[in-house]
């Protein structure tokens, strides 16, 4: 079987994702994942994931999008691999599989933001030739 690439769209394809997103976003309850993706969906997110024969160890989310500052673009909004298959070439295969759908859609580019301290995940990005170009600031409330 190798590894194959493909969107999540059912909710077993979306739930067999969940590990790998808890890693980046260890914030993300089970029982929350699914609605909260379903949600985004309606906002044209999307999960592109890489099966291999044992799990999906590393998937992304992504939507098309348009902004005043950058036209129409790409915007990953996740990007992650379990630890034990980090190495492996799993985020390659998801960044060239986005470029180019990007690049089929019209997208004047692709975009995202990344924490300081995610040095690996920054080799991977300037190897696809992306460039650090702004800073992303937040004012995050407490809604509890």
């Known amino acids: 079987m190798g590894t194959q690439l493909f969107i999540a769209r059912s909710d077993s394809e979306i739930d067999a994702c969940f590990d790998a997103f808890k890693v980046l976003r260890p914030h993300l309850k089970s029982e929350e994942f699914l609605p909260q993706v379903r949600r985004q969906e309606q906002q044209s997110y999307q999960i592109l994931a890489l099966r291999t024969e044992e799990t999906i160890p590393s998937a992304a989310g992504f939507r098309i999008a348009e902004f005043l500052a950058w036209g129409k673009v790409l915007y990953i909004d996740d990007l992650t691999t ?49 460039h650090l170009n702004c800073h992303h600031l937040a004012l995050e409330f407490d809604l509890a």
């Not at 960044?95 to 004047?108: L, N, Q, T, V």
Request: glycine residues 14%.
């Open 82 to 130: 379990l630890p034990e298959f980090r190495g492996r070439g799993h985020g390659d295969l998801l960044m060239d599989w986005m470029i180019e759908h990007a690049k089929s859609r019209g997208c004047r580019g692709v975009h995202l933001d990344t924490g300081y301290a995610r040095h690996a995940a920054h080799r991977l990005y300037l190897r696809k030739g992306m």
